[in-house]
């Protein structure tokens, strides 16, 4: 589906690397012309494109320009617009601005959007509140009196974000929030507590069958005919020990936390600048939450107001079938009047540190509904049934759950969408398996799998952005660094599917 929060620590802008932006200050004319000769190429393909025909490979390039341009720029949103604007022009160049807006209010008039708008706003106010009480200064307090290691300090992290398994939006804000001055204690790198906090979210949650992923994906097998109806967490459950990408994921995080899988590449780099003292990334700029008028209180009380707000927002939220809405607002509500009993805060203070909260949230959550209208044009381009349909002549019984696995986690990884893509795939999956007389939960398991790696790996991804922001680092810098542990984890996972399938064949 369908957003962190840092406190506002100093910056010095003499330390921003601003090498890309600065190339782009100094040759604006030349980077118009670049972007207008590339959507003058995508209106010429448009103009080649006969009516009525499947856009077949053209369906690929706005996903395929989203990564070159993020590439290119580090800026995850001015990507995804890039890639939403020559997809409107492939569709329809004539009517770009017209068909910008249907699409804008089609994103935006969406129940899923509007629940992840909601979600990620009502989750800044209460994490905000929680730190403007000095709950979360006191919980990490005790942690540190506890934790005197750095590798004990990335397994607790680890271990925090099994715990929070309800959702993977609670795992991203909550986890990072409570550890990020623990972490920069010990020298660890903000990217690599996004890893540690990310690897952890939707790894885990599609593991748990109490958890938001399980609920969605069980009512989506009953309504596209996988399982009769109020079967679907029976077949789910069956799913579970199949899920080879949150396994493997999760085996990595605990590796790479004890130490003994290294770093590599982007996180090499990120590691020895924490090592050097400055475990916060270049260019951050950190406008979270208002930490400068922190209540001290003593470390028992602060960690219990820290800790009955996050049992109440578990509670409400399995209450009510699993909704993270309704348990944040009875979370927020609940922590309103804690604060208020206590002194911590006035109801004045209380209102403005939620409505701070939710403008935190503003940038993450323009990303997520940008990822949202990639996702719709691309199930107007038909990429999906297009990387299937390329794929068709590949399938066999025993090849089916890998293939599976490896098609969907590229529209996923293409579309950020890790729950809205298999409302298009399942009714092209779930048939195919049938006929091919596949193991039900074995295919199941491969379609988590993708999603969970999507959700892991898209740099524009919800739980990427959520992380991301949470522990303090940009999208793209969380998501260069924790790639090549999603692509070993992915391979892994791919050779493990192809195993089963020849098992279970």
Excluded at 337 to 352: N, T
């Amino acid at each position: 589906m369908s957003t962190e929060i840092a406190p506002r620590e100093s910056l010095d802008m003499n330390s921003i690397n601003t090498t890309n932006a600065s190339n782009i200050k100094s040759s604006p004319q030349k980077w118009l012309l670049f972007f207008a000769a590339i959507m003058a190429f995508f209106v010429y393909l448009s103009n080649q494109h006969v009516d009525g025909e499947a856009y077949g490979f053209y369906s690929l390039l706005p996903a395929i320009l989203i990564l070159i341009v993020a590439i290119i720029t580090k800026k995850p949103l001015e990507s995804i617009f890039a890639g939403i604007i020559a997809g409107l022009l492939l569709l329809d160049p004539s009517n770009i601005i017209s068909g910008l807006g249907d699409l804008s209010m089609a994103v935006v008039m969406d129940e899923t959007i509007a629940w992840i708008v909601l979600v990620c706003g009502m989750m800044g106010g209460l994490i905000n509140m929680l730190e403007r009480g000095g709950s979360v200064l006191s919980f990490g307090e005790i942690l540190a009196k506890r934790i005197t290691t750095k590798r004990a300090t990335m397994l607790t992290t680890c271990t925090l974000g099994i715990m929070v398994f309800i959702d993977d939006y609670l795992n991203s804000l909550a986890v990072s929030a409570s550890m990020k001055n623990l972490t920069d204690r010990y020298k660890i790198s903000r990217e690599k507590l996004a890893f540690l906090v990310d690897s952890t979210a939707a790894p885990v949650c599609i593991l748990v069958p109490v958890s938001t992923w399980a609920v969605y994906f069980a009512a989506l097998l009953e309504e596209n005919g996988a399982v009769a109806d109020g079967k679907g967490m029976s077949l789910y459950i069956e799913s579970i020990p199949y899920m080879a990408y949150g396994w493997i994921a999760l085996l990595i995080v605990f590796l790479v936390a004890m130490g003994i899988l290294g770093d590599f590449g982007e996180m090499k780099k990120a590691e020895r600048r924490a090592q050097s003292g400055q475990p916060i990334p270049d260019g951050i700029q950190q406008d979270g939450f208002d930490t400068s008028a922190l209540k001290k209180t003593p470390p028992w009380i602060g960690l219990l107001n820290f800790l009955l707000p996050m049992a109440v927002l578990v509670a409400a939220s399995v209450y009510y079938e699993i909704d993270l809405l309704l348990g944040a607002l009875v979370a927020s509500m609940f922590t309103m009047v804690l604060y208020f009993w206590q002194r911590l805060l006035s109801f004045a203070q209380l209102v403005d540190a939620m409505l701070d909260g939710f403008k935190v949230m503003l940038h993450p959550i323009a990303v997520v509904c940008a990822g949202f209208m990639v996702k719709e044009i691309n199930d107007q381009l038909g990429m999906t049934p297009y990387i299937i349909d390329s794929l068709t002549p590949y399938l066999s019984k025993e090849m089916l759950p890998a293939l599976v696995f490896a098609s969907m986690a590229m529209v996923v990884f293409a579309t950020g969408s890790s729950w809205g893509v298999f409302v298009v795939s399942l009714p092209i999956v779930i048939p195919m398996a049938i006929s091919m007389d596949m193991s039900m939960p074995l295919t199941v398991g491969a379609l988590l799998s993708a999603s969970a790696f999507g959700s892991h790996a898209c740099f524009f991804s919800d739980s990427t952005v959520l992380s991301s922001q949470g522990s303090g680092c940009t999208p793209m810098q969380h998501a260069l660094t924790q790639i090549p542990y999603a692509l070993i984890s992915a391979a892994i996972a791919f050779i493990a599917l192809i195993a089963l399938g020849f098992l279970l064949a």
